[in-house]
Each structure stands twice: as C-alpha cells, then as structure tokens.
C-alpha cells in the first residue's frame, strides 16, 4: 500500500525559530509533493509544491526534496503564532495519480 | 468569489437516515474528488471524476454513492447512515488528473455528524 508517513507531533517552536516539518513516502513512482496547511475547522490550503530534486523557496517558506532518500521536508524560517496549524504533506502516488495525504504534523508556535 | 463550494456545511442527522452533499467548482477544472477527513486529521480519497467519469472509486460502502451532472459539479449521496459515517467530507478540484503538478483546491468541508 502506498503511504506517506508524517510525525504527528505536536511540534512546538518558540516564535522567531524554523521550523522543520517532515514526510517520508513509500512510493517511487511519484513526482510532485505538495505542503497543505490546515487551520482548526477549515479546509486544507495548498502552500507549497515542489517536483524537483532540491530545494524551493517562496518567502517564508522552504521545501526540500530528495528523491533517493524518498523524503520530503518543509522549512518555515521566523515562525509566527499565526503558523500554529496541522501540515499536511502529499504525494501524487495514487493509483490514478491522485494525491496521497499523510496524517499532518500539527505546528504550534509559542509568542 | 468562492472557487470550490460545499452545501450545506454542518449537516446533524440521525442513523438510518439518507443525506446529500453538493459541490460545485467555478475554477474551469475538469477534475473532481470527495475526500473524507477523520478525527485525526487523516484525509482519504473516496471519489474522483474527470469530465463527468468515475476514474476513482476507492473501496467504501456502496451506501456512497457520487454523481457528476457536468465537470462543474460532483454531489454525494449517503444511504442509511450509520454512526462511523460522521467526519467531515472534503470536495476537491483540479485540472487534469494523473501526474498533477499543481495540486487540489479545496472546498470548506461538510462536517457530518450521524446521532
């Protein structure tokens, strides 16, 4: 079964520090990997996508991905309180190419 | 302007009982999908359409039934609702299906609750 395996956390960072959020998946196959964040009673927003091997930076935000290792990361450099929220990492692993979602790493930043 | 939109968006109903859900996207898609969100944050792909055909269909009770009228719209038909079928249902759009480098987007959710 394809998977893609995220820490559940909590992970707690005080506000100004990087946080470091990351997923691992089980099939080779797949090409894209995107970053959804999730505030408590609202639908997921996509934040990042990243297809390439290596690193893709917009603003705040970094994602990083390695193929060979099948491991994909997020970077949030000055973590905000507003940032408090569950990521949720996707790969396009599908059987129909659809996007398999890990179970979220849930973020709290601390003021 | 909302891009991706569920109705209703709390639905309370009792065991037994037969429910729908509606979503309708004005982004252009020609790709849908029904997602289903448990308590622990775990999204699970029930349903996808392109061009108003079923591409997915993954293994839930076929008390779920979906049905897309026109690429613009998917809907959601539960039978006889049972107490596990509470979550909170998640419409989705993209364009092509297969390989999508641009992600989903989102509809609000339906958050059903079965008593």
């Known amino acids: 079964q394809k998977e893609v395996e995220q820490n559940s956390g909590p992970l707690s960072v005080p506000e100004g520090a990087i946080a470091s959020l990351n997923c691992t998946y089980s099939d080779r196959g797949s090409q894209s990997f995107f970053w959804y964040r999730q505030y408590s009673g609202k639908s997921p927003e996509l934040i990042m996508f990243?297809?390439?091997?290596g690193d893709k930076e917009d603003g705040r935000f970094t994602a990083q991905l390695n193929k060979a290792s099948q491991y994909v990361s997020l970077l949030i450099r000055d973590s905000q309180p507003s940032d408090s929220a569950t990521y949720l990492c996707?790969?396009?692993?599908?059987?129909?190419?659809?996007?398999?979602f890990g179970k979220g790493t849930k973020l709290s930043v601390k003021p | 302007d909302t891009a991706v939109s569920q109705t209703p968006k709390y639905l309370v109903t009792q065991m037994g009982n037969d429910k729908s859900i509606k979503c309708e996207q004005n982004l252009g898609h020609d790709t849908m999908y029904w997602y289903k969100q448990d308590s622990k944050k775990f999204l699970k792909i029930m349903f996808s359409y392109n061009n108003k055909e079923l591409i997915i269909n993954e293994t839930v009770p076929n008390r779920f039934s979906p049905k897309s009228p026109d690429k613009a719209h998917l809907n959601l038909h539960i039978n006889s609702l049972e107490l596990g079928d509470s979550a909170v249902y998640f419409c989705?759009?993209?364009?092509?299906?297969?390989?999508?480098?641009?992600?989903?987007?989102f509809g609000s959710g339906t958050r059903l609750t079965v008593v």
């Open positions: 990243i297809y390439s091997n």
């Open positions: 996707a790969g396009n692993g599908g059987s129909q190419g659809n996007l398999i």
């Open positions: 989705a759009s993209s364009q092509g299906w297969g390989n999508t480098y641009y992600g989903y987007t």
